[in-house]
């Protein structure tokens, strides 16, 4: 590109709304002459037309929760109403946010929607994110608190309370989305997670029916399914757990059969593609039109943390779907990347990237 295109390239990566005047104006060049120069763009694929959406390869927008997460390891059988002696870990998670991060290591440009309060918190996800997110459009709330997540684990590592602090993702409204339109403009996948409001869920997916745009949902926890819009039209992937899938169902999942069962109603309410995971007993995956099969978890796996495991398989099928990839070959890089992070303390592993990812499934193969 000339010096010319390369900065009205630069102008529409920072707003891609702006009008031909407005960019003449500020390169300093008549309107005629612009136009001229956005024509050639144009044909040459930099532009997808109006707005002037960049057709940045891959580019993914992710809409939900950022937390810091706490668990208090107990020394000894928690004691109510006393102090309890402990250890403490920290890191930074949301299903969103976890998503992302994946999902940037492994090469995609990625931007994320959400609300946090101005405190220490947020600076912790900050330092943790910039490297590999888009954090440019998230909304730093005076007065509010950045979610959190606190569990108290006894000593066999069972949970014995946990605390959830998630307020402030009702700020997460239609009116946040609509304010932040160019992020989701011309991307090619939106993903949104359940920490958002159900009205948001629903502005999201006409967005993404309007603009012709594959759009993934993924859940948080089975109480948060009743956000959940009542049929799936408009969605490209859906992808949850098997307590997740009963409570939207409404099918309890006893053997496969009933397991099957659930991802062919997902797929008659009108996903594209469905995923029910069931940890060690693997996933029941199908599409419209491809049937629905079983594919087991990779065997053998080394479990150091469970956290993130459920982020890191909807992170590998997305990124899947993103390189175009068979159907099988979509879910099993969900499955590896899962498997390796269930053998990482880390909640989204630091090794990962593309060519890492692409190793350990064709080893596993």
């Known amino acids: 590109m000339t010096d010319k295109e390369s900065a009205i390239v630069g102008l529409l990566r920072q707003n ?6 407005e960019m003449a104006e500020q390169l300093g060049m008549s309107r005629p002459a612009l ?14 037309g109006r707005a002037y ?18 668990k208090f390891h107990l020394k000894a059988p928690v004691q109510a109403g ?13 299903v969103a946010r976890n998503v992302a991060e994946n999902l940037g290591r492994l090469g995609h440009p990625v931007s994320l929607l959400t609300v946090a309060g101005n405190d220490a918190d947020w600076q912790r996800i900050e330092e943790a994110s910039a490297n590999h997110i888009d954090l440019t459009h998230v909304a730093r709330l005076p007065g509010r608190t950045t979610g959190s997540y606190s569990a108290v684990l006894n000593p066999d590592g069972e949970m014995a309370v946990a605390l959830a602090d998630m307020d402030v993702y009702d700020e997460l409204s239609p009116a946040f989305i609509d304010s932040h339109a160019a992020a989701l403009a011309g991307a090619a996948l939106i993903v949104i997670d359940l920490n ?3 009205e948001t869920v629903q502005h999201v997916r006409e967005i993404a029916r309007r603009n012709g745009t594959p759009l993934a949902v993924v859940p948080v926890s089975s109480p948060k399914m009743d956000r959940m819009p009542d049929n799936l039209d408009g969605v490209s992937w859906f992808i949850c757990n098997r ?13 496969d059969a009933t397991w099957e069962q659930a991802v062919q109603l997902l797929l008659k309410k009108g996903a594209g593609s469905a995923a029910v995971t069931a940890g060690p007993d693997g996933v029941m995956a199908g599409s419209q039109g491809g049937g629905v099969h079983r594919c087991p978890a990779v065997p053998r796996v080394r479990v150091e943390d469970v956290t993130g495991a459920g982020d890191a398989f909807v992170s590998g099928v997305l990124h899947g779907h ?3 990839r068979p159907f099988d070959e979509i879910i099993r890089l969900g499955l ?6 269930l053998g990482s303390p880390h909640t989204v592993r630091p090794e990962l990237t593309k060519d890492q990812l692409e190793s350990e499934t064709e080893e596993l193969q």
Request: hydrophobic share 35%; charged share 20%; net charge negative.
């Open 16 to 21: 891609p709304y702006l009008t031909q005047q």
């Open 35 to 48: 136009a001229n120069l956005i024509s050639g763009l144009t044909r040459r694929g930099v532009i997808k």
């Open 53 to 70: 959406v960049l057709a940045e390869e891959n580019r993914v927008a992710v809409i939900g929760g950022a937390n810091v997460d706490r």
């Open 82 to 94: 006393t102090s309890n002696p402990s250890t403490v870990s920290v890191s930074v998670g949301g």
């Open 196 to 198: 958002c409001p159900a």
């Open 243 to 255: 307590d997740e899938a009963e409570a939207y169902t409404g099918i309890t999942i006893r053997d």
């Open 322 to 324: 993103l390189e175009g």
């Open 336 to 341: 590896v990347n899962a498997a390796r992070t």
